[in-house]
């Protein structure tokens, strides 16, 4: 079955430094990736998306390429903020033959401290 | 403004008793989810339905039940069977599109306790 693999955390950085947060996939067909992230307390908000091979997703500094040939979907952010500290996950939905109804299989979350 | 709300926030529930966590939704999405979330192990599909009247076990389901009879609810009941309950429940809704990349709109979560 498909299944989502995060690099282990907590991760703790100092305000101003490079962020990446790794994870690998596993699936049978032609997956989307996606990244969310989880602010205290809340619900997930989608972060960024990728749909096909060699495709960047961006926003908010945040960005991650579709990358096949090593099934990959690494997260990157040059300079962190405080304010970026929050629970990150990597996710992907493989729904190209239209049986998994939208369902997204989740990494185990990373836990992103940033300190002033 | 569109979203998902779920309801209540917090709860706590003795051993033995059944509880009943709301999500309502005015996205006009077709598809609902039911997500469980503990530490350290990412988020768990526990039910989904795409339609009205229509669902389909995930990969927790069992100790769960759902129903989906308006396309705006999908409440999910987390029974006595359940053997451990605590957790943080997520509900997430999406138009959903056959190979289209669905984006998964979430709520802000229900938190129970077991005492």
């Known amino acids: 079955g498909d299944s989502v693999t995060q690099m282990e955390g907590p991760v703790t950085l100092s305000e101003e430094a490079f962020l990446t947060i790794n994870c690998t996939y596993t699936?049978?067909?032609?997956?989307?990736l996606f990244w969310y992230v989880q602010y205290p307390g809340e619900g997930l908000q989608l972060l960024l998306k990728?749909?096909?091979?060699?495709d960047k997703g961006s926003n908010k500094g945040f960005e991650a390429t579709y990358r096949k040939e090593t099934t990959s979907f690494h997260l990157e952010k040059g300079s962190v903020q405080v304010s970026d500290s929050a629970v990150y996950f990597c996710?992907?939905?493989?729904?190209?033959?239209?049986?998994?109804?939208?369902?997204?299989?989740f990494g185990q979350g990373t836990i992103l401290t940033v300190h002033p | 403004d569109g979203g998902i709300t779920q309801s209540p926030k917090y709860l706590f529930r003795k051993e033995g008793q059944n509880v009943t966590l709301s999500c309502e939704q005015n996205?006009?999405?077709?598809?609902m989810y039911w997500y469980r979330q503990d530490p350290g192990q990412g988020l768990r599909l526990i039910y989904y339905s795409q339609i009205v009247n229509d669902f389909q076990k995930g990969d927790i389901a069992e100790g769960y039940s759902v129903s989906r009879e308006k396309k705006e609810s999908f409440p999910l009941t987390v029974t006595s069977a359940q053997k451990n309950p605590t957790a943080f429940y997520l509900c997430a809704s999406t138009p959903w599109q056959v190979g289209g990349a669905n984006v998964l709109t979430f709520g802000a979560g229900s938190r129970l306790t077991v005492l």
């Open positions: 699936a049978t067909g032609y997956p989307s």
């Open positions: 996205l006009n999405h077709d598809a």
């Open positions: 990728a749909t096909k091979a060699d």
């Open positions: 996710a992907l939905s493989d729904d190209a033959g239209g049986t998994s109804y939208g369902k997204l299989t």
